[in-house]
């Protein structure tokens, strides 16, 4: 029978490889070691769907009295009975007058401006009011939008 040796390279010696004999008795279980550190922290999963809407809140208290707005602001929207194929013209009046002369901006509420509703314009203002003047090819009652603007 052949044995098979190599030199161990720390003894200097000839040792027997390959060779072993039979696994000796399972010794006793040594103490329990302690505890390692936490871990790292894994990702944060995914964003969850979106809760219901909560119902609204009380009402708050009311604020305190501002000062005067820098712009006095007027509105309205008077209906003018036309007379057909001429300029006809309604003096509108506000509540509380203007201190100075405003900016009257209107528009007509028609579905045939331009054909039937051919022009609506605005005419000698003043703090106290203007006049609308309509040309309509008809007789219909055309409501007209106005805002009317100027500082106090």
Known sequence: ????????????????????????????TG??????????????????PKGPTGG???????????????????MGAPSINPV??????????YAAGFRLVPNVVLSARSSVIGTTVRNVTV???DGGGFDIVI??????????DYLAVAQR
Do not use: E, F
């Open 56 to 74: 609204g809140g009380p009402q708050g208290p009311q604020g305190p009295t501002g000062s005067n707005h820098y712009w006095q602001i007027v």
């Open 135 to 144: 040309y309509r090819t008809n007789t219909t009652a055309t409501t007209v």
């Open 84 to 93: 057909a194929n001429t300029n006809t013209s309604l003096r509108v009046g």
């Open 123 to 125: 005419n000698n203002i």
């Open 1 to 28: 029978m052949a044995v098979l040796r190599a030199r161990n390279s720390s003894t200097g010696q000839w040792d027997i490889i390959g060779l072993r004999g039979p696994d000796g008795a399972k010794g006793p």
């Open 31 to 48: 103490a329990k070691g302690a505890t390692g550190d936490v871990g790292n922290t894994g990702a944060t999963g995914g964003t969850g």
